[in-house]
């Protein structure tokens, strides 16, 4: 669907639904697209360039961009997305048990500033049902590879269970870690999320550190072989505290970090006063979350060792914001709220984008 058509369909039909079931509904008519024999054609007209693919983790992604966390939480939709021309799919958050969720309404628009507020407090199916959905979806990706199709990286970001006391947080986090590190590609540890009571004290690093321990150790235990460990962190942490995260990355030998996640600061918005406050407490993504996020992109590439991966993401638009995360130094970049505003063919723009300056800047070195 071009730009201005699915501009004017936004406007005039998801705009008037509340975000959350115009999500559902979305992602119901992607599958059901994708099982009606849609998905080879979307993937002919989205498919990346091979000579567009990006090593990282040990990995091949097919492109550099990957959708973010929070989108799929329970590993729904992988092959319907992977075909708009996704490099990765990051699902989840998953925890170790199922759970509902906040209250409803939970998910807010901000149309002025292309962004959104959410505090959806991970509900998800639970680390045993995404288990199972997984390892269909990778007997299915199997297939898709062995036919040369277009086949998707697959993260998997966990999560604290809301009822479990922080004092529990380890065992829990060890518990999805034993579920999911097998059928993953790679492992995100989220403790930076907003939305559940306490989490973001686990980023502390006398916190942090038992626990991403931990969880590598039972990661490759787990799976029988190295899973790639990444941790993601809020971009409201202070300067120091991502100085001593980087350093605890370095430490522990950890994989990478995805920087960052929502903003619970309201700062910079055009939307007024009234309508945030209406919409309530939660994190905060969209545009205005690209200088913060890139700061803590430049911040931690300076700290960390050169073969740690960093994944930008925040406020990521346009195939020039995925460039210059790139080469402000991201292995990697994500998106979801981007996709929400520009719908299912703004990723086929991005990649055809960032091919087309990978050509320009061919031709200028020859």
Same mark, same amino acid.
């Given at each position: 669907?071009?730009?201005?058509?699915?501009?004017?369909?936004?406007?005039?039909?998801?705009?008037?639904?509340?975000? =959350?079931?115009?999500?559902?509904?979305?992602?119901?008519?992607?599958?059901?697209?994708?099982?009606?024999?849609?998905?080879?054609?979307?993937?002919?007209?989205?498919?990346?360039?091979?000579?567009?693919?990006?090593?990282?983790?040990?990995?091949?992604?097919?492109?550099?961009?990957?959708?973010?966390?929070?989108? %799929?939480?329970?590993?729904?939709?992988?092959?319907?997305?992977?075909?708009?021309?996704?490099?990765?799919?990051?699902?989840?958050?998953?925890?170790?048990?199922?759970?509902?969720?906040?209250? #409803?309404?939970?998910?807010?628009?901000?149309?002025?500033?292309?962004? @959104?507020?959410?505090?959806?407090?991970?509900?998800?199916?639970?680390?045993? =049902?995404?288990?199972?959905?997984?390892?269909?979806?990778?007997?299915?990706?199997?297939?898709?590879?062995?036919? /040369?199709?277009?086949?998707?990286?697959?993260?998997?970001?966990?999560?604290?269970? #809301?009822?479990?006391? @922080?004092?529990?947080?380890? *065992?829990?986090?060890?518990?999805?870690?034993?579920?999911?590190?097998?059928?993953? *590609?790679?492992?995100?540890?989220?403790?930076?999320?907003?939305?559940?009571? /306490? @989490?973001?004290?686990?980023?502390?690093?006398?916190?942090?550190?038992?626990?991403?321990?931990?969880? #590598? %150790? =039972?990661?490759?235990?787990?799976?029988?072989?190295?899973?790639?460990?990444?941790?993601?962190? +809020?971009?409201?942490?202070?300067?120091?505290?991502?100085?001593?995260?980087? %350093?605890?990355?370095?430490?522990?030998?950890?994989?990478?970090?995805?920087?960052?996640?929502?903003?619970?600061?309201? *700062?910079?918005?055009?939307?007024?006063?009234? =309508?945030?406050?209406?919409?309530? /407490?939660?994190?905060?993504?969209?545009?205005? @979350? +690209?200088?913060?996020? #890139?700061?803590?992109?430049?911040?931690?590439?300076?700290?960390?060792?050169?073969?740690?991966?960093?994944?930008?993401?925040?406020?990521?638009?346009?195939?020039? *914001?995925?460039?210059?995360?790139?080469?402000?130094?991201?292995?990697?970049?994500?998106?979801?709220?981007?996709?929400?505003?520009?719908?299912?063919?703004?990723?086929?723009?991005?990649?055809?984008?960032?091919? +087309?300056?990978?050509?320009?800047?061919?031709?200028?070195?020859?």
């Amino acid at each position: 669907m071009p730009a201005p058509i699915y501009q004017l369909a936004f406007r005039a039909i998801f705009s008037r639904l509340d975000p =959350e079931r115009a999500h559902h509904l979305a992602v119901a008519g992607l599958r059901a697209a994708y099982c009606c024999g849609g998905g080879l054609l979307l993937e002919k007209l989205t498919r990346p360039e091979a000579g567009h693919s990006t090593q990282a983790l040990g990995l091949n992604f097919p492109s550099p961009f990957g959708l973010a966390a929070g989108f %799929d939480k329970d590993a729904a939709a992988i092959l319907p997305l992977a075909s708009l021309g996704f490099g990765h799919i990051e699902i989840g958050t998953v925890t170790a048990r199922a759970q509902p969720g906040n209250q #409803k309404p939970r998910l807010f628009r901000l149309a002025a500033d292309a962004a @959104l507020i959410n505090r959806m407090g991970f509900n998800n199916r639970g680390a045993a =049902e995404v288990r199972q959905r997984l390892e269909r979806t990778r007997r299915r990706i199997d297939k898709l590879r062995a036919a /040369g199709r277009h086949a998707p990286v697959i993260g998997v970001n966990i999560g604290k269970t #809301k009822v479990v006391p @922080l004092e529990g947080a380890v *065992d829990d986090y060890l518990t999805s870690t034993a579920v999911l590190a097998p059928v993953a *590609d790679y492992l995100v540890v989220n403790v930076s999320s907003p939305n559940t009571p /306490g @989490l973001r004290q686990l980023q502390e690093i006398g916190s942090l550190r038992p626990l991403l321990r931990a969880v #590598k %150790d =039972e990661a490759d235990a787990a799976a029988g072989r190295h899973v790639p460990l990444l941790v993601k962190i +809020a971009p409201d942490l202070a300067d120091e505290d991502i100085d001593a995260v980087a %350093d605890l990355v370095t430490e522990l030998r950890l994989d990478g970090v995805i920087a960052t996640n929502t903003t619970i600061s309201r *700062d910079a918005l055009e939307t007024p006063a009234a =309508e945030v406050g209406a919409a309530g /407490g939660g994190g905060l993504s969209g545009p205005v @979350l +690209a200088e913060r996020s #890139k700061e803590v992109l430049v911040r931690l590439r300076a700290r960390l060792p050169e073969g740690v991966v960093v994944i930008s993401v925040g406020g990521v638009v346009s195939a020039e *914001d995925v460039a210059q995360r790139l080469q402000l130094g991201a292995s990697l970049v994500q998106a979801y709220t981007g996709f929400i505003y520009q719908g299912p063919f703004w990723v086929r723009r991005i990649n055809k984008g960032l091919e +087309a300056r990978a050509k320009r800047q061919s031709r200028l070195q020859t």
